[in-house]
T-cell receptor
Framework: GESVGLHLPTLSVQEGDNSIINCAYS??????FIWYKQESGKGPQFIID?????DKRQGQRVTVLLNKTVKHLSLQIAATQPGDSAVYFC???????????FGSGTKLNVKP | GAVVSQHPSWVICKSGTSVKIECRSL??????MFWYRQFPKQSLMLMAT?????????EQGVEKDKFLINHASLTLSTLTVTSAHPEDSSFYIC???????????FGPGTRLTVL
């Protein structure tokens, strides 16, 4: 059988569709959040960030939404492309020496 | 953009040996660097904060005598896995915080395999 923690949740979308990836963070005192993209065998790559005094921030093809009430972040990718296939992590900064703690991650699989 | 390098990119070693991994900020100074460990299909787990000129601070549950960190200059931090065992096999990733603007950049990671 499968062991807990050995499989990332997977989101499969069709090329051209919009993707929504969700993340629950742990500390209500966190004041800065980043979404990272990680391709296989590589380090994390910055996508977009948001501070706790905002609830929405837009980048190129990506939007991050922050709901502090329920400690929830989402990453929206418009017109998803095959190159978007990767694992996506949210990371929270608790304001303590800029340490970031990562969420569990979601694997995005874009079907051509 | 700012670049952080790691060396080696991958290493295979025998059980009981020690392995040193380097993290360098190539075009900025970093008084603070961070070391993460990532097991397959899992998230990045913060191991320790590396501070230039002072002792590293370790996260709860991380053995400081097993994972030695040295941050001897503003552009280099090293992580030494001492007496490595197969369970230490993992992907080790560093990040460096640009002292001028507090932006943080990740290295490409080092794949450690202990036989």
């Amino acid at each position: 059988g499968e062991s807990v923690g050995l499989h990332l949740p997977t989101l499969s979308v069709q090329e051209g569709d919009n993707s929504i990836i969700n993340c629950a963070y742990s500390n209500s005192a966190s004041d800065y959040f980043i979404w990272y993209k990680q391709e296989s065998g590589k380090g994390p790559q910055f996508i977009i960030d948001i501070r706790s005094n905002m609830d929405k921030r837009q980048g190129q093809r990506v939007t991050v939404l922050l709901n502090k009430t329920v400690k929830h972040l989402s990453l929206q990718i418009a017109a998803t492309q095959p190159g978007d296939s990767a694992v996506y992590f949210c990371a929270e900064n608790m304001g303590n020496f800029n340490k970031f703690y990562f969420g569990s991650g979601t694997k995005l699989n874009v079907k051509p | 953009g700012a670049v952080v390098s790691q060396h080696p990119s991958w290493v295979i070693c025998k059980s009981g040996t020690s392995v040193k991994i380097e993290c360098r900020s190539l075009d900025f100074q970093a008084t603070t660097m961070f070391w993460y460990r990532q097991f397959p299909k899992q998230s990045l787990m913060l191991m320790a904060t590396s501070n230039e000129g002072s002792k590293a601070t370790y996260e709860q549950g991380v053995e400081k005598d097993k994972f030695l960190i040295n941050h001897a200059s503003l552009t280099l931090s090293t992580l030494t896995v001492t007496s490595a065992h197969p369970e230490d096999s993992s992907f080790y990733i560093c990040s460096a915080r640009d002292s001028s603007n507090n932006e943080q950049f990740f290295g490409p990671g080092t794949r450690l395999t202990v036989l």
